[in-house]
DNA sequence: TTTTAAAGTTAGTCAAGGCTAAATTGATTT
DNA sequence: AAATCAATTTAGCCTTGACTAACTTTAAAA
């Protein structure tokens, strides 16, 4: 009994790897719904001339990628038409943009450049665990 | 004069994208040579059987991925035998498995549950700046 | 109202990174 | 020495996410 095998942590992390392919899969969805919402705030709709511009891809790629996102259920549009995001995008959406804005003004409240706190936010707020995000939330604002 | 536009920082952030595609582009490079790294010195060499075990894929992945490091010169391999860092792959290795331990470490002097920053500094690693990585540096191990 | 420019779509290509199934090689046993 | 088993490789397939080029639609200007 008891011989469960001791592991070394730096063995049997196929799981961690697999989270992270997980992950993967979702930023570009997270990024495209985070994104939606941003623009149906600022201009009142979202085109997909305006997501590329802001993504620096093609209008072809958007248009791939919305199809997808649509396939999903998270937005919804109809040809030569804008973008809408549906409950469940917006519900990311939400989710997302609250996440960044945690890991952001944690990064912020350590002593990071903003500007290199916004650039780092954007990698890094797809990897991070609600238990981390919890802590970065406790402790954004702390004096140090 | 002066008008060249103070735009509003959630514009054009096409550039942070861009860089964010690129870091993708080097992730599962980062996790190989990191990786192998470890199995040498744990096991004196790397077969892609291990490689395949932690990581979770298949032996047909590992063989292809080894196939683009080759070629990108990270690492040498002869058929049926164990993989290799040359010299530009030992030296990404070791920058990163210090970036790993500066973001484990830190998580950890936060107060992230150790399980919980290892498996969340594995996805943040390759998304952290210069700049941020010395902030951790320099915050970890402060007195809070 | 017709023309034209901008926006959106479609088709075809490519690389990365997964997979399965089948073939091959190397090493160990018998 | 032959058989067997584990490791590796190969071939073929899939999805994502990028691209270009060509085409269509919408909206604005003339």
């Known amino acids: ?6 592991v070394n942590p730096r063995h049997n992390k196929a799981e961690v790897f697999a989270r992270l392919r997980d992950a ?7 990024d495209y719904v985070e ?19 802001r993504f620096g891809v093609t209008a072809a790629t958007v248009n791939n990628t ?11 549009s109809r040809p030569y038409r804008a ?9 990311l959406a939400k989710k997302c943009r609250e996440r960044h804005q945690i890991v952001y003004n944690f ?9 290199i706190a916004e650039f780092d936010a954007e ?12 802590v970065f939330a406790k402790e954004t604002g702390r004096s140090y």
């Open 35 to 53: 994104m939606i919402g941003d623009l149906i705030a600022e201009e009142g709709e979202a085109r997909s001339v305006a997501l590329a511009e």
């Open 123 to 134: 990698g890094i707020e797809h990897h991070v665990s609600e238990e981390t995000l919890a």
């Open 107 to 115: 990064l912020v409240s350590i002593g990071v450049d903003p500007e």
């Open 24 to 30: 993967h899969a979702r930023e570009v969805t997270e």
């Open 83 to 91: 973008i809408f995001l549906t409950e469940k995008g917006e519900a």
């Open 66 to 76: 919305i199809k997808r996102l649509e396939r999903d259920g998270f937005v919804t």
């Open 1 to 6: 009994m008891g011989d469960k095998a001791v």
